[in-house]
Structure formats: C-alpha cells, structure tokens
C-alpha cells in the first residue's frame, strides 16, 4: 500500500461532517469504522470513546485544509506538524499483497497498526497520508470545495491545479447556478436599457411638442 492512499483517510474523516449544512454523520461507533474502509482489523478496536476523539481529530484536519484553503502554507504545515507529533507512525516495509509475474514480492511502504487506540491510529495514518500528499505535490493541491455551502474537502490530483470542487455534481450545481446569475443580470441589464431607451424618446416627444 503506497502512502499517496493514506491520504484519503484524512478527506473521508474531514467530510463526515457538513458544518454550513448541519450535517454530522461521525455520530455512533458503527459510523467510525466505516472510515477504516478495508481496515477491518483496526475498525474492530474502535469503540464508543473514539467516536468524540474522531471528532477532535476532525476538527483540527479541517483546520490544516481551512488554512490551505486560504493560502497560508505555514498555518497548515503547522496544523499537520502538531498531528504528526501527537500520533506518529510505525512505517513498516510490506510485500505479502503483492507480486510480480515472478511471484516476488513488490516491496513498498506501509504504516502500520497503531498498538493504542483506533483514533491514534487513524489520525497517525490520516496526518502521514496528508503529509505525504502536501511535501510531494504542494500545499494548494490541499482544498475546500468552492460550491456553497459545501465545503467538503478534496485533494487536487488535476495536472494544471484547477480542481475546484469536491465531486462532479458540485461543479455541476455551481456551474448550473453562475449560468443562471449570468441570464438575471442580462436581463436585468436588458431592462434597464429599455427603460432607458424609453425615457429617452418620450422626452424627445416632450420636446419636439
């Protein structure tokens, strides 16, 4: 398993709550391992304390895309040096999943189980994956979706830097919602421009009379 994937635990954390929608689904112990994904090992140690430390987790993750978002790259490498102090990783070199056509081991990077509790583990895993993702491809590639009131966050993968939402209907909705705004100010220029041509002629008419 490369790092670049670790990554994701930090999106799908983050996302699991929708703050200008009211929206929290990181409310029961069931909800926390379903983050863990294919994790099924480290989703079983998780229990019903974990599901308020998972949100302490998420706020302060939220705060590393928040300050990326708005351009200050120290505020974020901060951010995510804090959690990498306070959960660290147990990089392990692993093999067993994978082969080439030779039957040998494809040998790659791998974090490990954190022994502790199942959010240490999961914020150790998340603050590396984000960590690896931000030294490799930059800051700006960390982001909050523009398509109000969203905000969920995503990892810009494009090649030119020019992802501006989380999920295609997003770009959609937003795009569908500036055609429309485009279509009320030319009317609404369109109108003023009639009323302006009217007024005109009927003071020529007033003067001419």
């Known amino acids: 398993m490369e790092l670049a994937y670790y990554s994701d635990y930090a999106v799908r954390l983050v ?55 708005q351009g200050d790259e120290t505020l974020a490498v901060d951010l995510l040096n804090s959690l990498l102090l306070e959960f660290p990783v147990s990089p392990q070199i692993s093999g067993h999943d994978h082969r080439d056509e030779d039957g040998r081991p494809l040998w790659h990077m791998h974090l490990a189980d954190h022994p502790s509790n199942a959010t240490a583990g999961y914020a150790a895993i998340a603050a590396m994956g984000l960590a690896f993702h931000l030294t490799e491809y930059g800051v700006d590639r960390l982001g909050l979706c523009e398509a109000a009131p969203c905000r969920n966050a995503y990892l810009d993968t494009s090649t030119n830097r020019s992802r501006r939402y989380c999920s295609d209907r997003c770009a959609t909705r937003a795009n569908v919602a500036a055609y429309r705004a485009r279509k009320r100010l030319e009317a609404d220029r369109s109108g003023s421009s009639g009323l302006a041509a009217e007024s005109a002629q009927r003071s020529s008419v007033s003067g001419e009379r």
């Open 15 to 69: 996302n699991s709550e929708e703050p200008a929608r009211g929206r929290d689904t990181l409310t029961t112990v069931e909800a926390v391992r379903d983050l863990f994904g294919d994790n099924s090992s480290a989703a079983r140690r998780a229990t019903d304390a974990d599901v308020t430390r998972f949100r302490s987790v998420r706020a302060r993750l939220r705060g590393v895309f928040e300050a990326a978002d």
